[in-house]
């Protein structure tokens, strides 16, 4: 399973947290539900954590066989945020990550697009819905995700090959999440408020092999192009 981040751009894998000595993926401004990783994962992760901080004190480092100055050097260790990580597969139980055992065709997005200052975060289909109103056929986007009135709790999702894995909230409370598509899954994200050269609209879509996202303005250039 590959693993992305998507915030206003695509990014390969997901940053890990740490909490009391072990290590999640979550999503959200603040760490509320999360996956932890296996014991052998997480040895790895601790190893080369290690290594990164015991290196803060070499002033050069080699690379390549060439002699070069060390990016960390002087660095606080206990600064040093952990790494990414771009592949993995669930535990047997599901509960956990743990280092990929067969690679398949799904894919892991930790999805934490910021709203517009001021504004909201909606997450929609990347289709349209006609209806009839008022005499006129209209377009409606079709919903992604349901809320609960009151906590904003997620129930569900009306776009297939998308799971929810974990969810959370950014710092203008918009809604993210963390979750796996299948091949072929799309969704958008549009959003609202003071977004200064941000695009209002993002579109994300998985093929199996590759995780696509691009604006309205990317769609119109491409379809000029044809």
């Known amino acids: 399973m590959r693993l992305f981040t998507v915030d206003e751009r695509k990014k390969n894998g997901i940053r890990l947290v740490q909490m009391e000595g072990d290590y999640f993926i979550s999503t959200g401004h603040t760490v509320g539900q999360a996956i932890p990783l296996g014991k052998t994962m997480r040895d790895l992760v601790d190893g080369l954590m290690s290594k990164l901080r015991t290196s803060t004190k070499d002033e050069f480092i080699e690379d390549g066989g060439e002699r070069k100055p060390n990016p960390l050097y ?12 771009t ?12 280092r990929e055992k067969k690679r398949d065709r799904l894919a892991m997005v930790n999805v934490c697009t910021m709203a517009g200052v001021g504004g909201r975060l909606f997450w929609t289909a990347r289709s349209y819905e006609q209806h009839l109103a008022y005499g006129r056929v ?8 349901r809320h609960e009135e009151g906590d904003g709790g997620w129930v569900g999702t009306t776009t297939a090959g998308v799971e929810i894995l974990a969810i959370g909230h950014g710092q203008q409370s918009e809604p993210h999440a963390l979750i796996v598509m299948h091949p072929g899954a799309g969704f958008r994200l549009r959003r609202n408020g003071e977004l200064y050269d941000a695009s209002p609209e993002l579109h994300v879509l998985w093929t199996g092999d590759e995780l696509k996202c691009f ?7 491409k379809a000029q192009a044809a």
Do not use: C, W
């Open 215 to 221: 604006t309205p303005k990317h769609l119109m250039k």
């Open 87 to 98: 592949q993995a597969s669930f535990s047997d139980d599901g509960l956990r990550l743990v």
């Open 74 to 85: 002087g660095v606080n260790p206990d600064s040093i945020p952990p790494p990414r990580i």
């Open 138 to 145: 209209r377009q409606r986007h079709n919903g992604f995700v």
